[in-house]
């Protein structure tokens, strides 16, 4: 119902991904990459929902997702399904009448799923230390865990360039970001005491915003003077981020751009939407 509300976001976003994501071709062989070893439990999987009728509309509501993303998602958009058809093929395994079998593959399975833990464990635990990621070329391998360096200083960095403004504009003044990283790194790291409200237009970050809000400057990370001359009145770069380490990612050297604004904020929000 919220996707229909609202235009159907998760559309535009995929669609927006169209040309970023390799063709068909590299999202099978991502898919595969990230199944590894229980790719052919998870075939098995698939196989066991489509032949029995009880479970076969989940195995549509598994199959749409990778017919969809083949040609406009990335590999990993549709893993939440991974869950449910990997139980699907375990309970295939426990119903084989071999004991024998049984077992050998019962042991398969724990030693598959166990190696495939150990080769995740790389891309998506932040096991190097935030010091060594830029001397280990890791912000350039793995962005996503790069954008997650550096968020306590740029708090900090947020709250003195905050902190600098004149007390009659800081009660007026809320932060936007073009991603939603500065964000997310204000709500987890900020004080309340000492920043304003944070928003972010990009993705689902985009609703959030109160139609009520009545603010009259903007701290606009990310944006530079021109893109947003439209909206601001003399807009002005008071600062840039600065991530230690050298790390390399999308708030690293971002500029901070004054803006006083020429309407409402939740006037000129819908310009500002980013779902890409």
């Not at 969809?68 to 869950?83: D, E, N, R």
């Not at 139609?211 to 600062?239: F, N, Q």
């Amino acid at each position: 119902m919220w996707q229909v509300a609202n235009g159907f976001p998760s559309r535009a976003y995929i669609f927006n991904h169209q040309s970023s994501t390799g063709g068909p071709g590299a999202f099978l062989v991502g898919v595969l990459l990230l199944l590894a070893l229980l790719a052919p439990l998870w075939s098995a999987g698939v196989i066991a929902l489509f032949r029995t009728q009880q479970l076969r509309p989940i195995g549509i509501a598994c199959a749409l997702p990778l017919v969809i993303f083949l040609f406009v998602g990335k590999y990993y958009y549709p893993a939440p399904t991974f869950p449910l058809v990997m139980a699907a093929a375990v309970l295939s395994v426990s119903t084989i009448k071999r004991p024998r079998l049984r077992s050998w593959l019962v042991v398969a399975v724990v030693v598959a799923s166990l190696l495939d833990l150990g080769g995740l464990l790389k891309p998506t635990v932040p096991a190097t230390p935030a010091d060594r990621f830029h001397a280990a070329g890791l912000d350039t391998t793995v962005p996503d865990l790069a954008n997650t360096i550096g968020w306590d200083a740029i708090t900090q960095q947020m709250t003195a360039i905050y902190g600098a403004l004149p007390p009659s504009e800081r009660r007026t003044t809320v932060i936007v970001s073009s991603d939603y990283g500065v964000t997310g790194a204000l709500a987890v790291f900020g004080s309340p005491q000492r920043l304003p409200a944070s928003f972010s237009p990009q993705l689902s970050d985009f609703f959030w915003l109160p139609h009520d809000l009545s603010a009259t400057v903007v701290l606009m990370v990310g944006y530079a003077p021109s893109e947003v001359a439209w909206m601001c009145a003399s807009p002005t770069v008071v600062a840039r981020l600065t991530v230690p380490y050298h790390v390399v990612n999308l708030e690293q050297g971002a500029p901070v751009t004054l803006c006083r604004l020429k309407e409402p904020l939740p006037t000129v929000w819908s310009a500002l939407k980013n779902f890409s």
